[in-house]
T-cell receptor, first 117, second 114 residues
Framework: AQKITQTQPGMFVQEKEAVTLDCTYDTSDQSYGLFWYKQPSSGEMIFLIYQGSYDEQNATEGRYSLNFQKARKSANLVISASQLGDSAMYFCAMRPNYGGSQGNLIFGKGTKLSVKP | ETGVTQTPRHLVMGMTNKKSLKCEQHLGHNAMYWYKQSAKKPLELMFVYNFKEQTENNSVPSRFSPECPNSSHLFLHLHTLQPEDSALYLC?????????????FGPGTRLTVT
């Protein structure tokens, strides 16, 4: 079964420090995409970063980087230089390739990040 | 700035009411989605449309009826809902259904069924 596991229900980080949010996934597909989304209290799901299963380099987008370890099936999100506006729920998600499952996006339960001033 | 808009943002309805949620995407995508987000549960995919054709119905009760008149618009018609249907309903769109097709979400409609 395809599944995303986020083991940290809540995390605290001091402003300006880096933080790592954990994500492990389970799939038998060879081709898949991994995504991280941010959801502030307003509710909108904001796309942060994408990693393809065949990408050899870790994805980076500004202060966000994805630590992709394929053999361990982990896709941790690293946020550098945390800001107060980073306080939100963070969701890891996986999308198998279309041929398998209609392109479903499978979400984890999320991690609530709180940035302390 | 989001390329996916949803209206209304908040909706309170009785169990006997009929209402509709609207989603519009301005990204030129061809796939659109409805998700349900309940408290303390992961996002649940409800429906998928690709080029206006429904490709996925994730065992959603018939009191939820989707409509996709074109690739830019998606509706969710609601009737005879139950209190447990209270949730945040999110619309998303993507370019294709493949693994690399990033889904972009709208701001959601927060639905309360009384």
């Amino acid at each position: 079964a395809q599944k995303i596991t986020q083991t940290q229900p809540g995390m605290f980080v001091q402003e300006k420090e880096a933080v790592t949010l954990d994500c492990t996934y389970d799939t038998s597909d060879q081709s898949y995409g991994l995504f991280w989304y941010k959801q502030p209290s307003s509710g909108e799901m904001i796309f942060l970063i994408y990693q393809g299963s065949y990408d050899e380099q870790n994805a980076t987008e500004g202060r966000y980087s994805l630590n992709f370890q394929k053999a361990r099936k982990s896709a941790n999100l690293v946020i550098s230089a945390s800001q107060l506006g980073d306080s939100a729920m963070y969701f890891c998600a996986m999308r198998p390739n279309y041929g398998g499952s209609q392109g479903n996006l499978i979400f984890g339960k999320g991690t609530k990040l709180s940035v302390k001033p | 700035e989001t390329g996916v808009t949803q209206t209304p943002r908040h909706l309170v309805m009785g169990m006997t009411n009929k209402k509709s949620l609207k989603c519009e995407q301005h990204l030129g995508h061809n796939a659109m989605y409805w998700y349900k987000q309940s408290a303390k549960k992961p996002l649940e995919l409800m429906f998928v449309y690709n080029f206006k054709e429904q490709t996925e119905n994730n065992s959603v009760p018939s009191r939820f009826s989707p409509e996709c008149p074109n690739s830019s618009h998606l509706f969710l018609h609601l009737h005879t809902l139950q209190p447990e249907d209270s949730a945040l309903y999110l619309c998303a769109s993507s370019q294709g259904l493949g693994a690399g097709g990033t889904q972009y979400f709208g701001p959601g409609t927060r639905l309360t069924v009384t």
